[in-house]
């Protein structure tokens, strides 16, 4: 059952604000505001071409937005003139013990990754196939295992400060393999390994470089009834039991409405629903986006609804 409390407005992990995206004359993106709450899942949707993935790219420093805010608080209760200040002053964050704040639409790529603590797959798999599954993940791990080596031949040396590093890389892919139950395929080549196993892989590959939000770019695309189930379970577990709140794009609506705390809802680059998964399933102008109703015929759809809800049930009442 889902939380009933709105983290993305009382303590907000991400806040996207005015963000725009322009691609020459087309708008990609157009004034677009939401927040993604601290241990929440939320989800990013709307028809093909909505603009969810420049989103993504914005969030993830793919793409440098034309104009807007992105602001990631790695701790609670940062206040907005925190923010304000970090911005007023040019710098890319803030890593004071009360102002961890990080703007992301001013930071490169790797450090938005290294430094915001911001992983990100994407929709078509990019594993390393020739490399082992175990392998997989202990790449990922690769920037903190420079810093214990002293960015020198302290790794090649084999000195205890490297050890010990790589020891716990270890200890913790090991234990992401459990977590997606891919543990007794370790020493596999990742290529070898069944679509949705990539999928999960791919997954706990971000997890190893322990972020603050995993952003998923259609985690279940291409996946049946049971991975799809599967899936659903390690998102859970992840929010649950980690406390990493997670941001992701899907197209497979019964896994963005049963895991959803939040969803977002894009068409034509521009926002027309935020709210529980409750309230965007009966929002009219969700449901005319995603039949392609004209702007003028929402309000007809609207009035549908409003009728169906009142017809009497097959028992005597109302729906």
């Not at 990080?102 to 911001?118: H, Q, Y």
């Not at 370790?186 to 196993?197: E, I, Q, R, S, T």
């Amino acid at each position: 059952m889902l939380k009933e409390n709105r983290n993305w407005a009382a303590d907000p992990v991400l806040s996207v604000e005015h963000l725009t995206m322009r691609f020459g004359g087309l708008v990609a993106v157009d004034d677009l505001s939401f927040d993604v709450g601290r241990g929440d899942i939320t989800a990013l949707i709307g028809p093909n071409g909505a603009g969810k993935t420049t989103v993504f790219n914005c969030v993830t420093g793919f793409y440098k937005p034309t104009e807007g805010r992105i602001a990631l608080r790695r701790k609670h209760g940062v206040s907005p003139q925190a923010i304000g200040d970090l911005t007023k002053s040019g710098k890319q964050y803030s890593e004071d013990a009360d102002k961890a704040v990080f703007l992301l639409e001013r930071m490169a790529d790797f450090k938005i990754t290294e430094v915001a603590g911001v992983a990100r797959t994407f929709q078509n798999i990019r594993l390393f196939g020739g490399m082992t599954v175990l392998e997989n993940l202990l790449v990922a791990q690769h920037n903190k295992l420079m810093r214990a080596s002293g960015y020198s031949i302290a790794g090649l040396l084999g000195l205890p400060g490297y050890r010990r590093a790589a020891k716990a890389a270890q200890d913790l892919a090991v234990e992401w393999l459990r977590r997606v139950d891919l543990i007794d395929r370790a020493d596999d080549p990742a290529a070898d390994l069944p679509y949705g196993d990539q999928r999960r892989l791919e997954i706990a590959r971000a997890l190893c470089t322990d972020p603050v939000l995993l952003c998923l770019d259609e985690p279940a695309a291409g996946l049946n009834p049971r991975e799809s189930a599967e899936l659903n379970g390690l998102l859970k577990s992840i929010r649950n039991d980690h406390g990493v709140s997670v941001l992701l794009i899907e197209h497979d609506m019964g896994v963005v409405m049963e895991i959803s705390d939040h969803i977002v809802v894009l068409d034509y680059g521009k926002k027309i629903s935020d709210g529980t998964a409750a309230e965007v399933r009966s929002d009219p102008k969700v449901i005319a986006a995603y039949l392609g109703v004209d702007d003028e015929e929402v309000e007809e759809v609207e009035r549908d609804l409003e009728v169906s809800a009142a017809r009497p049930s097959a028992e005597g009442g109302t729906r």
